[in-house]
Structure formats: structure tokens, C-alpha cells
């Protein structure tokens, strides 16, 4: 495990960025596992900004996005499709059909769950994971308590989940309580992880999560024993490590 301090959040973004840059340098076709969430936002940002300068070419990559809403269709605003489109595809040049979310509209749990891993499977698994982390430790959406053997799922959201993401929505009861989530197995089958924290609010999450004990407790502690696994924050979500 290697923790990496940024000054603040544009220096941890920048710094992540250029991990990921890095690797779509080093290998054009890669397979990114990609995030939603405030953390990766200023990433993006930062992404987007090397491609208008023609540094960074991603035309080649493919994308497999760690989770989605169930019930929320792509066009919704509070899609994780409709966010990362918003914030990060629309804006570079990766082909649309090498992109993928899970379906929010299939209810269909089982067969929708299949899907994704064959389609993780297909592409040989993910070179390089990028990962925020929820203030229950969860990553993704695997919540507390969620089997570290498990490949796509469906799960039920914490109250405390339901509760950090109200912000996207217009009120909290429009928050799905269900999400399709990508599984603790296969981030850690991935071949690099890399995970982003800032503010005040992750200070006693990261503590917990990398220096506790590994528990299905803390989804995220599990990242401890990933061979190649690299957090960075920003002083105030290391302030208590
Ligand atoms: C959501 C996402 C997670 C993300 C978490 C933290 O629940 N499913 O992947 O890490 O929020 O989000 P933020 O970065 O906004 O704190």
C-alpha cells in the first residue's frame, strides 16, 4: 500500500491524473474500471484539459464504471451514465462503444449482473481501478458487511449512503434505494487500484480502513492486502494517519 499526501484537492487530482495518464501512455487499449463521485470529478477535470492540449490520446481504451442506480434509465440526471458522459466522455475521445455501465433498467438481477462480468471477463479484466470511498468504507456500492468473494451484485443501500448522496437529487426519497455494483472480487482482481479522498469528512474512514483491521465491516480495508494498491489524499482526509 502506498499513501501518497496531495496539498488539496487539485493537487490530489492532478496527481491521479497523471497516474491514469500514465497508463493510458504506457498501454493505449487499457482497461479502465472507473468512478462517480465528488472525489473523481477535479480527475476528469484535469483529463479532459490534457486532451484539448493533445496530450493524451484515449481512443483506444475501454471503460468498465464500478456501479449504477437500479431503476435510474441513462437519460436521468442522477445516472451514473448520465455523470460520467457529463463530466468525463463527452469530452474526450473515447469510442461510445467501448464504454460501459452497468443497466439501472434491467430488473432483471441476475441476467444483468452475468452481463458484466462476462463483459469484465471479455476484456481481460481491469488494468487500473479508480476508486473513491464512501464515509461507511464502502467502495463502489459495497456497502458494510458485503461477501469479499462477490462479482456483480445488487445491493441495498445504507441509510448512510442514501443520506451522503441526497445532494444529487431533488429530495432524499427520489435516492434509489437499490444500486447494481461491480464486487469487492474483482476491484481486487484488478491489476492496479487506485483510490482518491479529500475533506475532513474521510479523515476517520481512511484511518479506520487502512490502518483497522480488514473486515467486511469496512469494505475498503480489504485494499490492504492488494499488491498494488495507491491512495491519495488531501491533507485534511490524512489529517488522522
Ligand atoms: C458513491 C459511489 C462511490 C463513491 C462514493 C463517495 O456512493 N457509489 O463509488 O466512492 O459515493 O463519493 P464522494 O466522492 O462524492 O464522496
Not at 51 to 76: A, M, P, Q, V
Not at 130 to 143: K, S, T
Request: glycine fraction near 8%; aromatic fraction near 8%.
Amino acid at each position: 500500500m502506498k499513501i501518497i499526501r496531495a496539498k488539496d484537492y487539485n493537487d490530489m487530482s492532478r496527481k491521479a491524473a497523471n497516474i491514469i495518464s500514465a497508463q493510458v501512455i504506457m498501454k493505449p487499449n487499457c482497461v479502465l474500471g472507473l468512478a462517480t463521485g465528488g472525489s473523481p470529478e477535479g480527475i476528469y477535470k484535469q483529463l479532459i484539459d490534457w486532451y484539448n492540449k493533445g496530450d493524451i490520446d484515449f481512443s483506444e481504451i475501454t471503460t468498465i464504471n464500478l456501479d449504477e442506480y437500479k431503476g435510474l434509465s441513462r437519460e436521468s440526471e442522477q445516472s451514473y451514465w448520465y455523470f460520467m458522459h457529463h463530466h468525463f466522455f463527452d469530452h474526450v475521445n473515447v469510442r461510445p462503444q467501448k464504454i460501459n455501465v452497468p443497466d439501472g433498467t434491467n430488473m432483471n438481477v441476475e441476467e444483468e449482473c452475468a452481463r458484466y462480468d462476462h463483459i469484465i471477463q471479455a476484456k481481460g479484466g481491469i488494468d487500473l481501478q479508480l476508486l473513491g470511498i464512501g464515509v461507511d468504507g464502502h467502495i463502489g456500492f459495497n456497502e458494510p458487511g458485503a461477501a469479499f468473494e462477490l462479482g456483480t451484485h445488487c445491493v441495498d443501500l445504507d441509510e448512510s449512503t442514501i443520506e451522503a448522496n441526497k445532494r444529487y437529487f431533488e429530495k432524499k426519497e427520489d435516492v434509489p434505494r437499490q444500486a447494481y455494483t461491480m464486487g469487492i472480487k474483482t476491484i481486487m482482481q484488478a491489476r492496479k487500484v487506485l483510490m482518491v479522498a479529500n475533506g475532513k469528512n474521510k479523515a476517520d474512514i481512511i484511518k479506520e480502513a487502512f490502518f483497522g483491521p480488514v473486515t467486511p465491516q469496512v469494505p475498503a480495508s480489504i485494499l490492504q492486502m492488494h499488491p498494488d494498491f495507491t491512495l491519495i489524499g488531501d491533507e485534511e482526509a490524512l489529517s488522522k494517519i
